[in-house]
């Protein structure tokens, strides 16, 4: 099991400092820091938690661009396979290639699939720009905090 990432703030001089430590737990990560900053008194740990605890903003668009790409992979899936569908039925009795059938429905498909492909690529760009942003936002907390 992986250990988490826990943010600790505590005092310096009077000056609130943040660092980041590995544990198993709060306590596991209250020991990992003890042993890190052995000069630290337990009294000037102002908070420990996990740095996956900050607020995530921005959840109803999360949840649209994971929708989008979903439907951008059912698409693909369902093109690909009405693709490779057409392709092996475009071939009469006798081993003769049908160009229209490839025309009529193959192509429809094929761009169905490359459309598939674009909104898997905009779902996913959009989330990785809305995750940017939140984690802009963590580490702006971090600073303001750490003054």
Do not use: C
């Not at 005092?11 to 709060?26: A, M, P, S």
């Not at 109803?60 to 698409?75: P, R």
Request: glycine share 6%; proline share 2%; hydrophobic share 45%.
């Amino acid at each position: 099991m992986a250990q988490s990432v826990y943010v600790v703030k505590y005092l310096e001089d009077n000056n609130l400092k943040v660092v980041y430590v590995k544990g198993d737990g709060e306590s596991d990560a209250n020991k990992n820091f003890s042993k890190k900053f052995p000069n630290v008194e337990p009294d000037d740990i102002v908070e420990i938690r996990l740095l996956s605890d900050f607020t995530k903003d921005y959840g109803l668009t999360i949840m649209v661009t994971k929708i989008v790409a979903f439907l951008g992979w059912i698409t693909v899936i369902i093109s690909a396979i009405i693709f490779l569908f057409t392709i092996f039925s475009s071939f009469d009795s006798r081993g003769h290639f049908d160009f229209l059938g490839i025309i009529m429905v193959g192509l429809p498909s094929l761009s169905a699939l490359l459309t598939g492909f674009v909104l898997i690529i905009i779902g996913q760009s959009s989330r990785a720009v809305l995750d940017s942003a939140n984690y802009s936002k963590e580490m702006l907390e971090l600073q303001q905090s750490s003054r």
